[in-house]
């Protein structure tokens, strides 16, 4: 079992910056997988970035450089550094923990780019 908790999420300005963070408790946490995915109003759940248990990682296309993924495994951390954010990155955000079959998911966190 995995538990996800989330923070780093608010209201920022267009072309402003957030960093969102997930801290992960209750397992090995170096041996899964981590991602962050996003939900905006009336859309489907999509990935933004994920990083494997080895450090790789991978984006979507729309991030286009703007996001960097990162992860401590001493500190059982995820963290998701986003610039450039613009109104339609506006959603809310999960953290995800993926090994084998076993998926885990954060309570989620908003995100709203507005000026």
């Known amino acids: 079992q995995v538990q996800l908790v989330e923070s780093g999420g608010g209201l920022v300005q267009p072309g402003g910056s957030l960093r969102l963070s997930c801290v992960a408790s209750?397992?090995?946490?170096?041996?899964?997988?981590m991602g962050w995915y996003r939900q905006a109003p009336g859309k489907q759940r999509e990935l933004v970035a994920a990083?494997?248990?080895?450090?790789?990682?991978n984006y979507a296309a729309f991030v286009k450089g703007r996001f960097t993924i990162s992860r401590d495994n001493v500190k059982k951390m995820v963290n998701l550094q986003m610039s450039s954010l613009n109104a339609e990155d506006t959603a809310v955000y999960y953290c995800?923990?993926?090994?084998?079959?076993?998926?885990?998911w954060g309570q989620g966190t908003q995100v709203t780019v507005s000026s």
């Open positions: 209750g397992s090995i946490f170096s041996i899964y997988a």
């Open positions: 990083i494997s248990s080895g450090g790789s990682t």
């Open positions: 995800n923990a993926q090994r084998s079959i076993n998926t885990y």
